[in-house]
């Protein structure tokens, strides 16, 4: 079984930063890509932030230049994270990771499957 468990999120001042972790653990083989979303109270759930094996990472306009998304570089702890740095209180909100995580069937087979975790509340405020 697979399981994303995110971590990190907080209360923080205005200008402050967090970093959030996603950690897939389990039955995997590695992660093949995975964004994040945040959903604010009385809002729609939006996208973050992406990351994708052997391509470019993605982030939604609101956050360019303030967040870096990014995979530990010990593969095989199959975390990633998002470095939030200059926080606004408009980004308050439920932060959660979705990844495509290729796992192992058998000793010679894998899968891939799409997992979603539990969110991690993000709160921005003085």
């Known amino acids: 079984q697979v399981r994303l468990v995110e971590s990190g999120g907080g209360l923080v001042q205005p200008g402050g930063s967090l970093r959030l972790s996603c950690v897939a653990s389990?039955?995997?083989?590695?992660?093949?890509?995975l964004a994040w979303y945040r959903q604010a109270p009385g809002k729609q759930r939006e996208f973050v932030a992406s990351?994708?094996?052997?391509?470019?990472?993605?982030?939604a306009d609101s956050v360019k230049g303030r967040f870096t998304i990014s995979r530990d570089r010990e593969t095989r702890k199959h975390t990633v994270y998002l470095d939030m740095k200059n926080l606004k209180p408009e980004d308050t909100a439920v932060y959660s990771c979705?990844?495509?995580?290729?796992?192992?069937?058998?000793?010679?087979?894998?899968?891939?499957?799409?997992?979603w975790g539990q969110g991690t509340q993000v709160t921005v405020s003085s």
């Open positions: 990351l994708i094996s052997g391509g470019l990472n993605q982030y």
């Open positions: 979705n990844g495509s995580i290729i796992i192992n069937i058998s000793d010679r087979e894998t899968d891939v499957h799409d997992y």
């Open positions: 389990g039955n995997v083989f590695s992660i093949y890509s």
